[in-house]
Nanobody, 116 residues
Framework: QVQLVESGGGLVQPGGSLRLSCAAS????????MGWYRQAPGKQRELVAT???????NYADSVKGRFTISRDNAKKTVYLQMNSLKPEDTAVYYC??????????WGQGTQVTVSS
């Protein structure tokens, strides 16, 4: 399976910013659409943002206007720039393929905590 490693999470105050990274292994990253997902404790995982191979993006209503997804195919990395963070953004964030998953094992993700 494709290896995906998330990083960049941390503790931030409301209104602050974080930039998440997802580094992929393999040589076929550029042919897959990708997504960022998040999951809060006790809740189901939800799709946050997507980006196609052509660079078209889409966002959940809850993050639209605040988050930006991008990709660097040369680095085999997808990013999530998160601005104006709110406490309700607190969750573990994961990357994976979209709409088809690239990995069945979601791993540890990266923790984002928004709190004053």
């Amino acid at each position: 399976q494709v290896q995906l490693v998330e990083s960049g999470g941390g503790l931030v105050q409301p209104g602050g910013s974080l930039r998440l990274s997802c580094a992929a292994s393999g040589s076929i990253f550029s042919i897959y659409a990708m997504g960022w997902y998040r999951q809060a404790p006790g809740k189901q995982r939800e799709l946050v943002a997507t980006i196609t191979t052509g660079g078209s993006t889409n966002y959940a209503d809850s993050v639209k206007g605040r988050f930006t997804i991008s990709r660097d195919n040369a680095k085999k990395t997808v990013y999530l720039q998160m601005n104006s963070l709110k406490p309700e953004d607190t969750a573990v964030y994961y990357c994976n393929g979209w709409p088809k998953l690239l990995r069945n094992y979601w791993g540890q993700g990266t923790q984002v905590t928004v709190s004053s």
